[in-house]
């Protein structure tokens, strides 16, 4: 199970990776670089984590497991609460010109927010590991002795 959560994390680590470098393929841009932002220090903060989990398990997994949530929970306020519950036409405008250069795989909207394809993908591999780590969290539950 521990694999699993690894392929995850490091499915993850590598998508997010492209959003310090920034990707485009021809004329279309995955993601913008942006390592000089807050997205740079949530990049370091996930490795690091992420590098205690791999060698060693016990306690480490539940920091991890806490920080997907939070990135989770993050970008769901960052997107698709606007998406399930619309937003202001201030609010539109602006999400649609910070991201009028990146892909959509759904073209944008100016009713409500659409995430460009590559937040899409982050989303879903977020989601996935933090399923994969809960599921991991959950099943090796080790009851830890107490001193009294």
Request: hydrophobic share 50%.
């Amino acid at each position: 199970m521990k694999k699993s959560c690894m392929v995850s994390i490091a499915l993850l680590f590598i998508w997010f990776s492209m959003d310090m470098t920034g990707f485009s393929i021809g004329n279309v841009t995955l993601v913008e670089a942006a390592w000089n932002s807050i997205d740079g220090v949530w990049g370091l903060i996930f490795l690091f984590l992420s590098i205690l989990f791999i060698i060693k398990d016990t306690i480490e997994k539940h920091p991890l497991t806490l920080f997907i949530f939070v990135w989770l929970v993050s970008q769901y306020f960052s997107h698709w609460h606007y998406t399930l519950f619309g937003a202001s036409d201030k609010k539109i405008n602006a999400y649609n010109q910070f991201f009028s250069e990146t892909y959509h795989i759904i073209p944008p909207s100016h009713t409500v927010v659409i995430p460009d394809f590559y937040h899409i993908v982050l989303h879903i591999f977020i989601l996935s590991t933090l399923s994969c780590l809960t599921v991991f969290c959950v099943y090796n539950r080790k009851s830890v002795p107490r001193n009294i």
